[in-house]
């Protein structure tokens, strides 16, 4: 089955009736030379130019040249467009009622027209804290060779260590997180690790994260804690690979310590 659809754009009252129904379930894109005009809480005007349009179903409308992310005119879901001809040219009107915008484009040349049938869907995040964790319940050995897991949230009188882990007669205690992690986090590891050699453990610390300060790693490095790495692993991971896979299939390697 075809996404999109390529519509006719020869006959300019037939153009506008079809797209006019068409808006209410497809997103329509039409690239071709148009000027703009915006009135509402300020006024624009930007004159004839080759442009991108895209209307979507829910109202949401955006032109865009050919630099930057950001529209160079847009309205907000919930805007309503009008289609007509004028002078055998398409225009189309965007109104936002409340505060009351209008956006006017008419088309001086279309290039094409199509009308796609797009999914709607929400992004799976991956690289969240609680996310890091999970993988690394799911694969120990990414911190350490046949390391098994001891606990989540282990409570000391420092606050919760992430994970802790057991490889043989030794504790592993984990910190992650999910920016670039400073002096803060490996001294936070640091007091976890002191508490439970204070017990008479042996004890090693790691911490994970996605990027490290240099003044962090130098500590790091002193107190002979090792650094998981995740900005490299997404880094070096394929393409068509998430994170979440590349942990599952991949050993870590580890620095520091």
């Known amino acids: 089955m ?29 690239a071709g030379e148009m000027n ?12 004839s130019g080759s442009r991108l349009l895209i209307l979507k179903p829910d109202g949401s409308l955006l032109v865009h040249e050919q630099l930057r992310v950001e529209p160079l005119n847009w309205q907000p879901p919930r805007s309503t467009a009008h289609f007509e001809c004028y002078n055998d ?27 796609c049938k797009l999914v709607h869907t929400k992004l799976a995040v991956i690289g969240r804290e609680s996310d890091i964790v999970k993988m690394l319940l ?6 350490e060779e046949n390391a098994t897991i001891v ?17 043989d007669d030794k504790l592993i205690v984990v910190e992650v997180k999910n920016e670039k992690a400073g002096i803060t986090a490996v001294a936070q590891l ?19 994260a996605p990027d490290i300060s240099s003044d ?6 002193k107190e002979g804690f090792k650094f998981v790495n995740t ?21 870590v390697e580890v620095s520091g310590g």
């Open 2 to 30: 075809k996404v999109c659809l390529d519509i006719d754009t020869v006959n300019c009252a037939d153009l506008a009736q079809k797209l006019s129904f068409l808006r209410k379930d497809m997103v329509l894109i039409l």
């Open 36 to 47: 703009i005009e915006y009135v509402g809480r300020a006024s624009s005007y930007a004159p």
């Open 89 to 115: 040219k398409l225009r189309i009107r965007s109104v936002r009622e409340n505060p009351r915008e209008e956006v006017l484009i008419e088309f001086n040349d279309i290039e094409f027209v199509k009308a």
């Open 138 to 143: 799911a694969n120990p050995s990414i911190v």
């Open 151 to 167: 606990g989540v949230d282990v409570a000391t009188p420092y606050g919760k260590v992430d994970i802790l882990m057991k490889k």
């Open 190 to 208: 640091k007091r976890y690790v002191e508490f439970y050699t204070s017990r008479g453990c042996r004890v090693e610390g790691v911490l994970v």
């Open 216 to 221: 962090a790693m130098t500590m790091l490095i």
């Open 231 to 251: 900005n490299t692993l997404r880094r070096s991971t394929l393409a068509d690979k998430t994170l979440e896979k590349f942990f599952k299939t991949k050993r």
